[in-house]
């Protein structure tokens, strides 16, 4: 690898506050067949990051070391198998760990090539949510055009994601927030209603507008039965977080007369295969609608790599709306 025998990585060691986040160099690893190396333009912050540094989001066993979940960057070695990907090529990536680095070592089959008109860095803020948003709220809860979508955290990055791309699919798009500047965000980006849900009572809202078809829920807790009485006969709930909880007690007669679908996933534990599928169909898909210019990264902020735990309380904050990017 002719561009640099080591590289830096974020640890999280002993887990805690981002002060506990430090830079080590190590050796690269040598690329397995499948695998390529990412000279990086921009490492994507994401929330499930923050749950690693506290402590409370093992990294799978096969992940490389250290933080980070998305990459884009360029290609400047490749695996004895990989056939997609060549030397130069721009790209951006799902990786399972070791994503705030200079250089990144993705699966090819979780690396997409980098979407025409978009911006290289900014290509670092779509791995993570779009994969997530697909596979919540499009296979699992098999969102229809014409049908209402409910998303929470609608600033979030995974809400902007979810925001355009329902819009960008032909639903009707409810989104909540919890300032007026992020319903306005919401608003900007697609969303047909935005509820400050500090100010009015997102239930009551979405029953005034009809219900919903689909929800994407991360906040757990006492918003599960609100969701589940919203919902409209053989609507779709879909768990990706649980910011207030991750129990609750429900009514499941509501369930059964409606016919109700309950489910959730994590991204991040599915296998290689799984991950290779899902960029497949992103590719198909969704990378028409970033290259119409109908989808597109919201970009909250850029840090330094070496200033991570800067970056790392921005995210702690809650005040962002979109992603936070680290810049090797
Ligand atoms: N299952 C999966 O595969 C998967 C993959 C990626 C992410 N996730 C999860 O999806 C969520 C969003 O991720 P992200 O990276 O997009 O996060 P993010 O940009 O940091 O946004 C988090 C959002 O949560 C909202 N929020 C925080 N605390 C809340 C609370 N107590 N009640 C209601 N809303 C609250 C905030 O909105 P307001 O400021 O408007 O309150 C904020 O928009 C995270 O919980 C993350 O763990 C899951």
């Not at 014409?146 to 955290?153: I, K, P």
């Not at 965000?185 to 239930?203: K, P, T």
């Amino acid at each position: 690898m002719a561009q640099s025998r080591t590289h830096r990585i974020i640890l999280a060691q002993p887990p805690g506050g981002p002060e506990v986040l430090t830079v080590e160099t190590r050796q690269i690893p040598d690329l397995q067949a499948d695998e390529i190396l990412i000279q990086s333009a921009a490492c994507g912050i994401n929330r499930p990051d923050q749950i690693e540094r506290l402590g409370f989001y093992p990294a799978p066993a096969w992940a490389q070391p250290g933080l980070g979940l998305e990459v884009s960057g360029v290609v400047v070695a490749v695996g004895a198998e990989v056939t997609t990907f060549r030397t130069g090529d721009e790209v951006c990536a799902l990786v399972s760990g070791g994503g705030y680095s200079d250089y990144v070592i993705a699966k090819a089959g979780a690396a997409l090539p980098k979407p025409a008109g978009l911006d290289l860095e900014d290509s670092a803020g779509l791995p993570e949510t779009v994969f997530t948003v697909w596979a919540n709220v499009f296979e699992s809860g098999a969102l229809a055009p014409g049908e209402t979508f409910l998303v929470h955290g609608g600033t979030s990055g995974i809400g902007t994601t979810a925001i355009q791309m329902a819009k960008a699919h032909g639903a009707r798009v409810i989104a909540t927030a919890g300032t007026k500047d992020k319903c306005s965000l919401c608003r900007e980006l697609g969303a047909d209603v935005a509820i400050n849900y500090r100010e009015q009572d997102f239930e009551t809202v979405c029953q005034d507008e009809g219900g919903v078809d689909v929800v994407l829920d991360m906040v757990g807790g006492p918003y599960v039965q609100k969701n589940i009485n919203i919902l409209k006969q053989g609507g779709r709930m879909v768990s990706i977080a649980f910011l207030q909880g991750s129990r609750c007690e429900i009514d499941l007669m509501r369930v059964m007369l409606k016919r109700l679908t309950l489910t959730g996933s994590t991204l991040r534990a599915r296998p290689d295969s799984e991950k290779a599928r899902l960029a497949e169909a992103i590719r198909a898909r969704v990378w028409p609608w970033i290259e119409a210019g109908r989808l597109k990264p919201v970009i909250d902020s850029r840090f330094a790599l070496g200033d991570v735990r800067s970056a790392h309380q921005r995210l702690d904050g809650g005040e962002h709306s979109g992603k936070i990017l680290l810049i090797p």
